[in-house]
């Protein structure tokens, strides 16, 4: 049985870069990718300690992280913790979390919240880049330091969210919604058609045709086509065309690429 496993869900780096913070202070730790593990569909995995690292999307979990911890299956004893990765918005990850878990008579024993930037730039304000990006980030590293020793120590701590049914009814909405994300995406001429768009997306709504990417209307709003082009060439309508683009600057695009 492994030590120590840690599934992460991220397009931006964040939560990528939480995960391997966290793994590196726990030390004999394996960190997943669970949109690899997702469509290769391993779901069967035996640890000592469990970990799910991830954004917040309209207050919940990412659809596939969802769809992923509703398919795993896992050993009865595991010390479970939650890590997510906010650009400011407050979640009700814990109970979804705990929610998926409950058939397997399983829970979250420990969790915790991490502000770091924030890569929605559909709506909202200009995301930070440079030395204002890294600031935040680097901002963390205590706090992550502390969780990870909460996790040694085995804690358990009370994750009770609050406004709960009203972020339920928001992310509903959100989800709802999914058929019209991508609808006012579009390029501009620098383009090259390099692909990285669409192997960075997690639903493989995608295409790479002749003049470059086309999106198949299954997009879960997570930006990473966006903020990851080479060249800034994928704009939602003409609301981005200005804004920067945010990756977290300890990531490497290929790092974030589907494997």
């Given amino acids: 049985m492994k030590k120590n496993l840690i599934f992460y869900f991220s397009t931006s780096g964040n ?12 030390k004999d730790a394996e960190i997943i990718s669970i949109v690899d593990a997702f469509y290769k569909k391993e779901f069967k995995y035996e640890a000592e300690t469990i970990g799910f690292v991830y ?11 969802s769809e992923f911890i509703s398919k795993l299956q896992l050993n009865k004893d595991s010390y479970i913790f939650a890590a997510e990765c906010t650009g400011g918005g407050k979640g009700i990850t814990f109970s979804m979390i705990n929610k998926l878990l409950y058939p397997k008579n399983l829970s979250l024993s420990n969790g915790e919240k991490f502000l770091l930037n924030s890569n929605y730039i559909r709506m909202g304000r200009n995301p930070k880049v440079g030395e204002d990006a890294k600031k935040v980030i680097d901002s963390n590293k205590f706090k992550i330091e502390n969780f990870t020793l909460s996790i040694l120590n085995r804690e358990s701590k009370d994750l009770k969210e609050k406004h709960t049914k009203i972020n339920l009814l928001l992310y509903k909405l ?6 019209n994300k991508d609808k006012n995406f579009n390029i501009n001429e620098f383009c090259t058609a390099c692909g990285i768009c669409a192997k960075i997306c997690p639903n493989k709504n995608i295409e790479i045709v002749d003049e470059g990417p086309k999106w198949k209307g299954n997009c879960c709003d997570c930006m990473g086509c966006v903020n990851n082009c080479p060249h800034k060439c994928i704009n939602i309508g003409n609301k981005t065309k200005k804004k920067n683009r945010y990756k977290n600057q300890y990531i490497l695009t290929s790092e974030l690429l589907r494997k």
Avoid: Q, R
């Avoid at 954004?55 to 992280?65: D, E, N």
């Avoid at 959100?174 to 058929?179: E, L």
């Fill in 15 to 26: 939560s990528l870069y939480t995960a391997k913070e966290i793994a590196k202070h726990l």
């Fill in 55 to 65: 954004p917040i999307y309209a207050s919940g979990l990412p659809p596939m992280v």
């Fill in 174 to 179: 959100w989800k709802d919604g999914f058929k």
